[in-house]
Nanobody, 124 residues
């Protein structure tokens, strides 16, 4: 069992940066690949990024590639999403999720555990 809690969301201007954190409970955190998803109002949830269990491999949606960076610290059970050059269209609730299957996985149904989400609002 893995419990996930996101933090770090907020209001930022276009071009600004935010760093999201996801704290995981459970001693088996290092066995899970982790992902970030987001859902904007009236839109479907979409994949943002994923990182494998060891942190050596990452994968990004085209819409965030070059602007966002995912990382993890297995020693303290945390995964991060550094978001730079933010755009208005990045506004959404951001969720972290844990995947106990193979990597990479880009569909929400392939993830086993989810956090409650953190709101990111980018104002123009």
């Amino acid at each position: 069992q893995v419990q996930l809690v996101e933090s770090g969301g907020g209001l930022v201007q276009v071009g600004g940066s935010l760093r999201l954190s996801c704290a995981a409970s459970g001693r088996t955190f290092s066995r899970y690949a982790m992902g970030w998803f987001r859902q904007a109002p009236g839109k479907e949830r979409e994949f943002v990024s994923t990182i494998n269990w060891s942190g050596t491999n990452t994968y990004y949606a085209d819409s965030v590639k070059g602007r966002f960076t995912i990382s993890r610290g297995n020693a303290d059970n945390t995964v991060f999403l550094q978001m730079n050059s933010l755009k208005a269209e990045d506004t959404a609730v951001y969720y972290c999720a844990a995947n106990g299957r193979s990597w990479p996985k880009v569909h929400g149904y392939e993830y086993d555990y989810w956090g409650q989400g953190t709101q990111v609002t980018v104002s123009s």
